[in-house]
Structures are given as C-alpha cells and as structure tokens.
C-alpha cells in the first residue's frame, strides 16, 4: 500500500471515529484496510470495540457473531479462506500463517498460560520464525537437564543438529520454509533420540522389523526409580479426583506418604500391599 493510500484510509478512519451511525460493514471494512494482515471475526470485533468504530443503539459492544452476519452479507466485500477474513479488493503482500488455538494451549504447558495468552491469529514470518526458535531453545534445555547420555559423542551431535536447525530457520525467508526447516528438523531430531536415521535409502521396499530398527549404535531405554513411580500414582490419583472417581483415593495416599516423611520406597512397598491392583494398572 502507498503511502498516500495509507494516509487517505486514515483519514478515513479518523472521520469515522467521530460519526457512530456508520454501518458495522463500513467499521469491518476500516479495521480490515488498515491491518496488514488478514483477521478473524473475533479479532475485528475486538478491534473496533477497542477504537469505538461503531456502536449498537445499546451502546453494548459487538461480538464475533454479528461480525460474521455482516461478512455473509456481504460477499461483494469479504471472503474467507478458514478463520480469516479478507478484504476482496484488497491486495495482501505480507506472507502470514495463523496459529490456532491448539498450538497456543501447546504454547501454554512450555511457557506458562500468561506468556502466550491470546497469541492466535495471523504471524508474519518473523513473528512465526521468533515462536520456532523459542520452541527449539525449550526442546535444548530440556534435553540438557532431562537426557542422561552416555555417548558423549552422540550427545555433541543432538546439540550440533539442533544448533544448525535453529540455524537454518533463522535463514528462511517464507514461512512456508519456517514450517518445512521445522518439520524435516524435528523429524531428524526424533530419529536420533530414539537411536539414529534410518538407512533404508537402497531398499526396495519395507518388510522387516528390523528395517524400522534403529539402535545399532546406541539402545533408549526409559528407567523409572521409586521416586518417578510415585509421581505417576499421585497424578493418576488427582487425574480420578478430578473426575470425581475414587476422590478418597487421593487424601488417603497422600496422608500415608506424609507419615512416611517422603520417603519414596517405603511408600512405594506399602502402596503395592495397600493397592496391588492400582499399582498393576499404573
């Protein structure tokens, strides 16, 4: 958009601000024009609710529903493609991807639900790029604090792959390059956890278990301590609390691993006397 088009819409935007009695689809039209990307009906609505763009005779704000309505009527305006909602004449040159919720909420166990609390929508590519690299920093981290190699070899080269991953999408320059650096990225990163890449390049097709097998160099093995079995039947017994099951259940072993003064393998053998089939089934 040219810069004398910028300055015409705003102050287009400007009068409109000062006269209530437009249209809602005039308000949806400004928002639109003056976003550099596209929006959903729950964002413009925010937005002009925000700006005071229009009001109902109740002076109560607009929500996403009567946005929507508007957008349906008028088709020669508005077009969608998923959640967003495009101007029709308008041209839209930034490259965006829109995060929905699912990946906000997955966003929200890394970083805590405030950090990226209402971070869906439209992300040009370096906002998605910024999200990725901070993914990848947390995926280090935890390899670092959680990962016990023995390989030191092995452990040089998880830390190399992701450093060139984070790398290479730091170089992209589309977010359709962004999403195929991290996918092909974390793909190799699993494989070489669970024990290396696969060399299946000569083969013809696939039909032996060990065609799939991958820990020639190395084994995973996944070990559980008294203290790590004892997690796992507290949050078992929380998860039967909160669906309202066996709700005793929960104060009863936490009163008994209280008089055993946290000591985790006492608790463990008088958990496995007390509920043999709870411990069979965790």
């Not at 040219?2 to 006269?19: C, G, P, R, V, Y």
């Not at 508005?78 to 308008?90: D, S, V």
């Not at 946290?262 to 006397?273: C, S």
Request: proline fraction near 2%; charge should be positive.
């Amino acid at each position: 958009m040219d810069q004398l088009t910028q300055q015409i819409n705003k102050s287009l935007s400007a009068m409109f601000l000062n006269n209530n009695q437009i249209h809602l689809y005039k308000a949806i039209q400004i928002v639109l024009q003056e976003s550099h990307v596209p929006l959903t009906t729950a964002e413009i609505a925010a937005e002009i609710n925000k700006r005071g763009i229009y009001k109902k005779r109740g002076k109560e704000p607009i929500n996403s529903k009567q946005v929507a309505a508007r957008i349906n009527n008028r088709k020669d305006l508005f077009f969608r493609e998923g959640r967003n909602i495009f101007l029709a004449n308008k041209k839209y040159e930034q490259d965006v991807i829109y995060m929905d919720m699912p990946f906000e909420g997955f966003l929200k166990t890394l970083f805590g639900a405030q950090s990226f609390h209402g971070s869906t929508g439209p992300k040009t590519v370096s906002e998605w790029k910024a999200i990725i690299q901070k993914v990848l920093e947390f995926v280090e981290k935890s390899l670092l604090f959680t990962i016990e190699v023995v390989d030191k070899e092995h452990q040089k080269q998880l830390y190399q792959h992701i450093d060139r991953l984070k790398e290479s999408i730091s170089q992209a320059t589309s977010n359709k390059k962004v999403c195929e650096e991290a996918i092909l990225g974390l793909f190799k990163l699993v494989f070489n956890l669970i024990g290396g890449i696969p060399d299946n390049y000569r083969r013809k097709k696939l039909n032996h278990p060990s065609h799939w097998q991958i820990n020639k160099y190395r084994q995973v093995l996944y070990i559980q301590d008294y203290e790590h079995k004892t997690n796992l039947i507290f949050r078992d017994a929380r998860n039967q609390a909160n669906n309202n099951q066996k709700t005793d259940y929960l104060t009863q072993i936490q009163h008994k691993f209280y008089n055993l003064n946290g000591d985790h393998q006492k608790f463990m053998l008088w958990f496995i006397q007390a509920y043999p089939d709870d411990f069979e089934r965790i």
